[in-house]
């Protein structure tokens, strides 16, 4: 079975503008979830995505939003980038109902 | 709702000696918990899970932690760390989403 394909790795953004990172779920999953990871500190969680509805969301302004296709991939859009969102974004895919989350590796965002 | 602390930030230890990584949870309601692994620049790894029944939970690379209801404790510990162990470990508790700790640095020396 194929994992959590986050894309892409690396980006560096300049204040103020828009950034669009993806994720590809794990197969047989329909749930994603977008977590912040600042440096030194644990993850925290964005929101969550099923039915391509977004279904519980964290502390974060409206500006972070998102989108899950179809094929449960998902999107997470970031729009008017603050210096503080320069973090590691994971994205983790499960079954509704379950107890088990697959993450990505990251998108590491930079923003100067 | 429901929090984690990860009470220590950082723990040293020396290879092949034991070490114990501690996790305090709060939450209104049952959860699961979790430990994860994240080595540098990597993900998330699941080291072991609770969702029920025994306190003890058994994990990949030798780790085992266990659950303890009236502390709302979840530690995690290996009885003898090796070199690759170093690296940043998460408690988590999750009801419909998971919420994350801190993270504890174990840095094993030789």
């Known amino acids: 079975e194929t994992g959590v394909t986050q894309s892409p790795t690396h980006l560096i953004k300049t204040r103020g503008q828009q950034v669009t990172l993806r994720c590809s779920s794990q197969s047989g999953h329909n749930t994603v979830s977008w977590y912040q990871q600042a440096l030194g500190q644990g993850p925290q969680f964005i929101f969550q995505y099923y039915r391509e509805e977004e279904n519980g969301r964290g502390n974060f302004p409206p500006r972070f939003s998102g989108l899950q296709f179809p094929n449960y991939s998902s999107e997470l859009n970031v729009n008017a980038l603050e210096l503080d969102d320069s973090a590691l974004y994971l994205c983790a895919s499960s079954l509704v109902g379950s107890d088990g989350y697959t993450f990505g590796s990251g998108t590491r965002l930079t923003v100067v | 709702a429901q929090s984690v602390t990860q009470l220590d930030s950082q723990v040293p230890v020396f290879e092949e000696a034991p070490v114990e990584l501690r996790c305090n949870y709060s939450s209104s309601v049952s959860v699961y918990l979790f430990w994860y ?28 932690a266990e659950i303890n209801k009236s502390q709302t404790s979840f530690h995690l510990r290996k009885p003898s760390v090796h070199i690759s162990d170093t690296a940043e470990y998460f408690c988590a508790v999750t009801r419909n989403m998971l919420t994350f700790g801190g993270g504890t640095r174990l840095m094993v020396k030789p």
């Not at chain 2, 080595?39 to 939970?57: A, D, E, I, M």
């Open chain 2, 37 to 64: 692994v994240q080595y540098p620049n990597q993900g998330l790894q699941l080291l072991l899970k609770y969702l029920s029944g025994s306190t003890l939970v058994k994990g990949i690379n030798g780790f085992e």
